[in-house]
């Protein structure tokens, strides 16, 4: 079963930059994806890359978040800049069982493999 590790989480000042990173076990490759959640908010998919590194973004991060792959691994990053309290949230890390991202890829159930989630909270 592929195993997915999120790792980078932590506190960070408003407008500072936080890196996260994913893992994802195994020798196969698969678009990979970040989702975040709030409390009493729903879960939000806010970006996704393909193996080939085609990259997409919720509009709520769009311009100051940005994802990134390791070469033909499955680790990929999540660079977040202009950090705001709103992103205080658990980072969760998911793959997919395609290589490229799917059709509607901010929803979960597109996703079959998750981490257990990375703190991130930003404070003034």
């Known amino acids: 079963q592929v195993q997915v590790e999120e790792s980078g989480g932590g506190l960070v000042q408003a407008g500072g930059s936080l890196r996260l990173s994913c893992t994802a076990s195994?020798?196969?490759?698969?678009?990979m994806a970040w989702f975040r959640q709030a409390p009493e908010k729903e879960r939000e998919g806010i970006s996704c890359i393909s193996v080939a590194g085609a990259e997409f973004y919720g509009d709520s991060v769009k311009g100051h978040f940005s994802i990134s792959r390791d070469g033909m691994d499955n680790t990929v990053h999540l660079q977040m800049n202009n950090l705001k309290a709103e992103d205080t949230a658990i980072y969760y890390c998911?793959?997919?069982?395609?290589?490229?991202?799917?059709?509607?890829?901010?929803?979960?159930?597109?996703?079959?493999?998750w981490g257990q989630g990375t703190q991130v909270t930003v404070s003034s």
């Open positions: 195994g020798d196969d490759r698969y678009a």
């Open positions: 998911a793959a997919a069982v395609t290589r490229t991202c799917p059709g509607s890829w901010r929803l979960g159930s597109r996703y079959k493999y």
